[in-house]
């Protein structure tokens, strides 16, 4: 039962352009997201993060969106920039239960120059 | 932020024997984790490392295949026994700080 989704394996923008990447949950009992992004050979990155609260949360080039109604968030980054090019993925949790992170599959951006 | 550092960040093993993953946190952290990253999937928790008492496992998880340590707030160790090719992955472990920080992780190849 795979709890948070992220539907596009893979997606390609130019650079300078606007990368959009999806997640959707279903476990409504999930309050706090957040992004990583994750290089070959590296550990996950944290990039950003929301609580349930907001329905928006930005910091630089990232700002992250969350539909709760929808049970969807999403990550833009403006503009892009080659080395954005990575594995991001989306993942969610119960702040107040057990603290774990469960992790969606990943979507791998490519930002072409 | 935390540092981790997570030793070995690769390791290629024979069927049948176990490797020990190390992870060390520059600061003291109340919890620290174990993933598990298969070739093209998603991270999957493998146990939560509590300081002083054993690991909480998740479903699909035992203690015989991977035994874990928390000696004190800074360190855990995860072991992987009896390995079989099907253990082959990334294994990460990460800390409740500035987000869920994660170790660089140690790729595991057994043949």
């Known amino acids: 039962d795979q709890q948070v989704k992220q539907n596009s394996p893979s997606l390609s923008v130019q650079e300078g352009r606007i990368s959009i990447l999806n997640c959707d949950y279903t476990?409504?009992?999930?309050?706090?997201f957040l992004w990583y992004k994750k290089y070959p050979a590296e550990g996950p990155t944290f990039l950003i993060s929301?609580?349930?609260?907001?329905d928006k949360n930005e910091d630089g080039r990232f700002t992250v969106f969350l539909n709760k109604s929808a049970k969807h968030l999403s990550l833009h980054i403006v503009p892009s920039q080659p080395g954005d090019s990575a594995v991001y993925f989306c993942?969610?949790?119960?702040?107040?239960?057990?603290?774990?992170?469960?992790f969606g599959t990943g979507t791998k951006l490519q930002v072409i120059p | 932020s935390a540092v981790i550092s997570q030793k070995p960040s690769r390791d290629i093993c024979q069927r049948g024997t176990s490797l020990t993953i190390q992870c060390q946190v520059d600061?003291?952290?109340?919890?620290m984790f174990w993933y598990r990253q298969q070739p093209g999937q998603s991270l999957t928790l493998i146990a939560t490392?509590?300081?002083?008492?054993?690991?909480?496992?998740e479903s699909g998880f035992v203690i015989d295949k991977f035994p874990i340590s928390r000696p004190n707030l800074t360190f855990s160790t995860l072991t992987v026994s009896n390995m079989s090719p099907e253990d082959s992955s990334i294994y990460l472990c990460?800390?409740?700080?500035?987000?869920?920080?994660f170790g660089s992780g140690t790729r595991l190849t057994v043949v």
């Open positions: 990460s800390v409740d700080a500035d987000g869920y920080t």
């Open positions: 476990n409504s009992m999930f309050d706090y």
């Open positions: 929301i609580s349930s609260i907001k």
């Open positions: 993942a969610a949790l119960n702040s107040g239960g057990y603290q774990k992170v469960t």
């Open positions: 600061s003291q952290v109340t919890m």
């Open positions: 490392a509590n300081q002083g008492s054993e690991a909480t496992y």
